[in-house]
């Protein structure tokens, strides 16, 4: 493994969802990391039934919920799609301990539909490594 490869990462959620279902695959982070990239597969025939919503798990306190999307959306609360690939970059912090992971319904009545989600994690500087630029103009 080279230095490149120790400091960056893709963690892979993939499954088939079965009609009227829902299932939530998640990895918990084995260190701080900055979530960079996140890539949403959904194949050829799901017509929009998938309902995907990647996320992360965040220290629950009184005004804030444990889970929190990683995308900000503007209508649907959701990625859907019928043989799409989305990329997002993002730059979100996940912290050691904490999960990351991908809710993914289906709403079809009839078939099951498959979706890969890929989340590409940076470990180098782990969290603190988003602070960095908003060091610089204070």
């Known amino acids: 493994m080279t230095q ?3 400091r960056r990462d893709t963690i892979h959620f993939s499954e088939s969802v079965d009609p009227g279902e829902t299932i939530t695959l998640t990895k918990e982070m ?4 900055t979530i ?5 597969r959904i194949y050829r025939g799901a017509e929009f039934a998938l309902q995907a919503t990647p996320f992360k798990d965040v220290e629950p306190s009184s005004d804030t919920e444990r889970r929190v999307p990683l995308l900000t959306y503007r209508g649907r609360e959701y990625i859907a799609g019928d043989a799409d690939r ?5 730059a979100r912090e996940v912290r ?7 809710e993914v319904e289906n709403t ?11 989340i590409v994690v940076e470990y180098a500087g782990g969290a603190s490594r988003i ?6 103009w204070l």
Request: proline content about 5%; overall charge negative; charged content about 30%.
């Open 108 to 118: 079809a009545d009839q078939y099951a539909y498959n979706f890969n989600v890929s």
């Open 30 to 33: 084995d260190r701080d990391a």
């Open 4 to 6: 490149a490869d120790e």
């Open 36 to 40: 960079e990239t996140i890539e949403v």
């Open 96 to 102: 050691e301990g904490r999960t990351v992971g991908v």
């Open 86 to 90: 989305f990329s997002f970059p993002v």
């Open 131 to 136: 602070l960095a630029p908003l060091r610089r």
